[in-house]
Structures are given as C-alpha cells and as structure tokens.
C-alpha cells in the first residue's frame, strides 16, 4: 500500500501484509508477566468476577504470584471482593497496582477512582484506552499468573485485550439459565477468530447442596454444558454451586480466604497445560 509506515497499531487498511501479531503491545518496561488468561461471559450477572477471583485465589494458594487486571471498567467488583481500598500509587517509573492482603497484585478503575461509587460514564475508545494503560503503564512485578476480568460480551473492550495483549487463553463463564449454547458459540468463535485457545468453561449457579442430605439439585434443569464442551473440544470443565458463603465472602472481601475453592482443582488442570 503506497505511503505504508508499517505501523499496523494506527491503521485499518485491512492489507495483505497485515501481521495481526503486530497488533500486539508491549507491557510495562519494568513488568514480568509469564501466564495471562482471560475470563469472559455473554452477559453480566453469570459471575465472571466470581470465577476470575477463584481462580486468582487458587493461584495465589498455590504459591503462584498472581495479579488481576479489571477490564470491567465500568462494573468493577474485583476490589470489593478482595478487600482492597487503598488507591493505587504512581512511582516516577509507572502505576503501582494496590496488593491484596494474600499478596495479590491488583488494577482495577476503582483503585483509581477517588469514590468507588462514582460511574464511569466514558465513550467505548476512552475506555479501551484505559484498559491498555493497565497493561502498558503499569508495573506488574515477577507475575506468574495474570487473570484478566474481562467486561461481558463482545465489545470493544475484548476485541482490544484480545488483539494487543497475548493471552495464553480464554475462560469462558455461564450459567445454567443462559442461552448456554449460543453464548459459548459466540465466545469460542470470537477466541477462534483471533487464534486464542479456551481453556476451559465454567458453569456458574449450576446446581445448590441439600443442606440436609447433601445432594445436588439442579435448580435450572439439567445442565448442558458438558455436552457443550464436548461439542466444541474445551477441555476442561467447572461447575459452581450457588453457595450464600461465596456471596458473603465476595461481599465483605474475603474471597481469597474462601477455604471451599471451587476452582481449584480447575485451576490445576488449566496451569498444567499452560506449562
Ligand atoms: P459478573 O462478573 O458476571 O457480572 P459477579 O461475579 O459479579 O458477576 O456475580 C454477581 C453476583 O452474584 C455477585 O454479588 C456475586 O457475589 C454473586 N455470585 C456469583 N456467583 C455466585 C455463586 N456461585 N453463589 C453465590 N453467589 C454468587
């Protein structure tokens, strides 16, 4: 193409000698990060933030270090439900992101937010952009795993995180009373699309513990979502109970001490084929 800088990040020319790796962005100078995987949903409510703060929780007992980067800018739960109120500091080198107690190194827009209860009332592009400052202008320090709470859907912002930030993988959230099926198609063929492996799907709400005799009930029907994962080759597959201990250490920020990690073992077979 006649006047070509070769800088594929600020054009749209759709042209042969397009590299779609060339979209990718470099993170902080001083970052160190050896695993990232984002967590996406179809829609908000299934708890992708649940899932993401699971699974981090699980690295981080692992002996992991592990961080979280929030890309649901504008329905940010990750610091709530870690207990982090601190706002995060500048150094004369980048933004430092606020540790949780664990040790968990977290970037989330209320850690930035003078309020947490102030919305973010931005266009698409400002928030993509904000996205892309927490992985290029903050110092994630020796990560080990990166977990990546994506905002639900296929907006702008995945589009942005999956074209620039290489991700080892994706995640996928529902629950039993989402359309699962069209959902999950939408979510892998956007992950097929851009070469990223799904890792895993978890169905979340999927079933509640008699608290008598212990036995499961499905209280949405049966679940399809083996079938599912069957059907389109995701290897591993989780299922959440709807638990008030989970909705109560999520709500007063203690999700990392949660002793009843659901994802745990999911977590374990997901990193062993990270390796
Ligand atoms: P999303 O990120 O998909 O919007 P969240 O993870 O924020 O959803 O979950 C929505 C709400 O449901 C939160 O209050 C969360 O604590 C609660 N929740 C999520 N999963 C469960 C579960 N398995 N059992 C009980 N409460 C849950």
């Not at 699980?58 to 649901?72: L, R, S």
């Not at 996928?172 to 799904?198: R, W």
């Not at 009843?260 to 997901?270: P, W």
Request: charged content about 20%; proline content about 5%.
């Amino acid at each position: 193409m006649a006047g070509c800088s070769h800088d594929c990040s600020s054009c749209s020319e759709n042209c042969s000698s397009r590299d779609s790796k060339s979209l990718l962005k470099k993170p902080h100078e001083l970052s160190d990060i050896k695993k990232i995987i984002a967590v996406v949903s179809g829609k908000g409510g299934v708890g992708k933030s649940m899932t993401c703060a699971l699974m981090a929780a699980a690295a981080q007992n692992k002996g992991k270090v592990t961080a979280i980067m929030d890309a649901d800018i504008t329905g940010p739960s990750i610091p709530r439900m870690f207990g982090v109120t601190e706002r995060a500091q500048g150094s004369e080198n980048g933004i430092l992101p606020v540790v949780s107690d664990g040790g968990i190194q977290v970037m989330s827009m209320n850690v930035l937010l003078e309020n947490e209860a102030e919305p973010v009332v931005w266009r698409g592009s400002l928030i993509s952009g904000t996205v892309m400052q927490f992985w290029t202008d903050v110092i994630w320090t020796g990560v080990d795993y990166m977990f990546i709470d994506m905002p639900p859907g296929t907006g702008d912002v995945p589009l942005t995180v999956f074209q620039s930030i290489p991700l080892d993988g994706i995640v996928i959230v529902t629950s039993p009373q989402d359309l699962v099926g069209m959902i999950v198609q939408k979510a892998v063929n956007m992950a097929n699309m851009m070469n990223i492996p799904v890792l895993g799907i978890v169905e979340n709400m999927s079933y509640i513990k008699c608290p008598d005799c212990g036995r499961k009930i499905s209280v949405f029907g049966e679940s399809g979502v083996d079938a599912l994962a069957l059907e389109y080759g995701i290897p591993n597959v989780a299922k959440i109970p709807i638990d008030s201990e989970l909705t109560k250490a999520a709500d007063t920020g203690n999700i990392e001490n949660f002793q009843n990690n659901y994802l745990s073992d999911f977590f374990d077979k997901i990193s062993k084929k990270l390796k």
